[in-house]
């Protein structure tokens, strides 16, 4: 069975840069199909992707928070990261880990992630 | 942008009742949507995918129904393991974004 297990810093200071990193046993990061994915949730609201990709390499952000974000995969330690620059009190959340399915059919395409880590809460503050 | 409009945003309901939640595409996204469930403390667990398949070991009560830009989730009798925060999420075409609703909690009456 697949798991998935979020790690890093509880609390980064404002400015500074913050590290996740994602490990997934029970089976291989390099299978094919699967893509793996970064999502958090502020306290008390609602869930927002953050990037996306593909053991290969091939990535995909979201443009709001393009400019501050970096997803990489270490295969040979099944893991794969995040780093979010310049963290503000607003970057505050629980960020989780995800394997997820992503393609394109009929005209339009489609994602969803399943499962998921349990979670981590980042708190930036000095 | 294709936004994802949930509603209600609050349901009230007693075990055994049926649930109706509602999931509005700004645009059509064909079948492709899927809907979470959420409760305190613990991740999302994917419920249905591509608008109406049943994840594995989700029970046959929730289902899921629709395309285009109208989407439901449906539990025919619920649980009290069913009171929670629902979420639809989708991807768009280009450039390639995942978006999610804003949630339905759903509450015990």
């Known amino acids: 069975q697949l798991q998935l297990q979020e790690s890093g810093p509880g609390l980064v200071k404002p400015s500074e840069t913050l590290s996740l990193t994602c490990t997934v046993s029970?089976?291989?990061?390099?299978?094919?199909?699967?893509?793996w994915g970064w999502i958090r949730q502020p306290p008390g609201k609602g869930l927002e992707w953050i990037a996306s990709?593909?053991?290969?390499?091939?990535?995909y952000y979201n443009p709001s928070l393009k400019s501050r974000v970096t997803i990489s995969v270490d295969t040979s330690n099944n893991q794969f990261s995040l780093k979010l620059t310049s963290v503000t009190a607003a970057d505050t959340a629980v960020y989780y880990c995800a394997k997820h399915v992503w393609g394109c059919s009929g005209g339009s395409c489609y994602a969803w992630f399943d499962p998921w880590g349990q979670g981590t809460l980042v708190t930036v503050s000095s | 942008e294709i936004v994802l409009t949930q509603s209600p945003a609050t349901l009230s309901l007693s075990p055994g009742e049926r649930a109706s939640l509602s999931c509005r595409a700004s645009q059509s996204i064909h079948t492709h949507l899927a809907w979470y469930q959420q409760k305190p403390g613990q991740a999302p667990r994917l419920l249905i995918y591509d608008a109406s398949n049943r994840a594995t070991g989700i029970p046959a009560r929730f289902s899921g129904s629709g395309s285009g830009t109208d989407f439901a989730l449906t539990i025919s009798s619920l649980e009290p393991e069913d009171f929670a925060v629902y979420y639809c999420?989708?991807?768009?075409?280009?450039?390639?974004?995942?978006?999610f609703g804003q949630g339905t909690r759903l509450e015990i009456k």
């Open positions: 029970g089976g291989s990061i390099s299978s094919s199909y699967h893509y």
């Open positions: 990709m593909y053991y290969s390499g091939s990535t």
């Open positions: 999420q989708q991807r768009s075409n280009w450039p390639p974004l995942i978006t």
